[in-house]
């Protein structure tokens, strides 16, 4: 059985490639599209709830707590935000990493609970910036995978590297898995540099997997600094208008 609801893996195994913002943001998109929205926080530094303003008591129940708990329901778990449609499965900042086991469709199996998919229309997992048995878990899941990368001539190394992971598991343990697009995040035209990385992006996986991608905007690091998704925080600033655009055309794509 699996869960029959879009299911969107944010990732990159790179630190500081905006997955959490995008994860929050897009999350709060959509949820103000009118989907009902579940995020998922895979990455125990817990960035998620703070992003959105969540208090999570040391002790609470997380997702992470599936691994170690067999009978844990998920349904059980999820916290409300201040945002309407919107709701988190909080991390546990105690998780080692390590204690994932070796069990890649725990979450995919925790996911498959009907009472999720009748609760939710959409959900988002924000992932770690590993390559462990937590991102195997995420992807193992899902049926979209967004990879946002900073422009920078390593960070393309890095995509490349976990492209041939993603075509592994599609090949070999998820086969609805699909990549749905590469995204640049503080990314600016005018930097040749950035120009470049993204011109070869689009040249190795093709224009349609290009997405248009995020400006830099210190309101999204500010947003995030006051747990908000930058569409309350700064309603016209770039990040905002970049995020409701993004949103557009991914819904576009996963819903068509
Ligand atoms: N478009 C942007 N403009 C300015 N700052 C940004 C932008 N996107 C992300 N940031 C900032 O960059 C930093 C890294 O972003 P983020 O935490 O989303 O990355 P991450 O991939 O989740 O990191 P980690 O691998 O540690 O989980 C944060 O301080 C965030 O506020
Ligand atoms: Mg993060």
Redesign the pocket.
Same mark, same amino acid.
């Given at each position: 059985m699996t869960c029959s609801i879009p299911i969107l893996v944010v990732s990159?195994r790179?630190?500081?490639?905006?997955?959490?913002?995008?994860s929050v943001n897009l999350a709060a998109e959509f949820a103000a599209m009118g989907r009902r929205v579940l995020l998922i926080d895979l +990455?125990s530094?817990g960035?998620c709830a703070v992003g959105l303003g969540v208090k999570v008591s040391a002790g609470q129940t997380a997702v992470h707590d599936i691994f170690t708990q067999p009978a844990l329901r998920l349904v059980d778990v999820i916290c409300e935000t201040s945002i309407n449609n919107l709701f988190l499965l909080p991390a546990n900042p105690a998780f080692q990493h390590d204690n994932s086991g070796k069990d890649e469709q725990r979450l995919a199996r925790a996911l498959a609970d009907e009472a999720i998919a009748d609760q939710f229309d959409f959900i988002i997992i +924000?992932t770690?910036?590993t390559l462990d048995n937590l991102l195997l878990n995420a992807l193992s899941a899902a049926n979209w995978v967004l990879v946002?990368y900073v422009p920078h001539p390593l960070s393309f190394e890095g995509v490349r590297q976990l492209v041939r992971v993603l075509f592994k598991v599609i090949s070999e343990r998820n086969s609805k898995l699909k990549i749905l697009g590469f995204l640049p995040?503080?990314t600016a035209n005018h930097v040749r540099q950035h120009r470049q990385v993204n011109e070869q992006v689009t040249k190795q996986f093709g224009a349609l997997r290009s997405l248009s991608g995020?400006?830099?905007?210190?309101k999204?690091?500010e947003a995030?600094g006051v747990g908000k998704p930058v569409r309350l925080y700064a309603p016209k600033s770039r990040?905002a208008e970049d995020f409701a655009e993004l949103a557009v055309t991914l819904i576009q794509l996963i819903e068509k």
């Amino acid at each position: 059985m699996t869960c029959s609801i879009p299911i969107l893996v944010v990732s990159n195994r790179k630190g500081g490639a905006g997955k959490t913002t995008v994860s929050v943001n897009l999350a709060a998109e959509f949820a103000a599209m009118g989907r009902r929205v579940l995020l998922i926080d895979l +990455d125990s530094q817990g960035h998620c709830a703070v992003g959105l303003g969540v208090k999570v008591s040391a002790g609470q129940t997380a997702v992470h707590d599936i691994f170690t708990q067999p009978a844990l329901r998920l349904v059980d778990v999820i916290c409300e935000t201040s945002i309407n449609n919107l709701f988190l499965l909080p991390a546990n900042p105690a998780f080692q990493h390590d204690n994932s086991g070796k069990d890649e469709q725990r979450l995919a199996r925790a996911l498959a609970d009907e009472a999720i998919a009748d609760q939710f229309d959409f959900i988002i997992i +924000d992932t770690p910036p590993t390559l462990d048995n937590l991102l195997l878990n995420a992807l193992s899941a899902a049926n979209w995978v967004l990879v946002p990368y900073v422009p920078h001539p390593l960070s393309f190394e890095g995509v490349r590297q976990l492209v041939r992971v993603l075509f592994k598991v599609i090949s070999e343990r998820n086969s609805k898995l699909k990549i749905l697009g590469f995204l640049p995040i503080m990314t600016a035209n005018h930097v040749r540099q950035h120009r470049q990385v993204n011109e070869q992006v689009t040249k190795q996986f093709g224009a349609l997997r290009s997405l248009s991608g995020i400006r830099t905007d210190i309101k999204l690091a500010e947003a995030f600094g006051v747990g908000k998704p930058v569409r309350l925080y700064a309603p016209k600033s770039r990040g905002a208008e970049d995020f409701a655009e993004l949103a557009v055309t991914l819904i576009q794509l996963i819903e068509k």
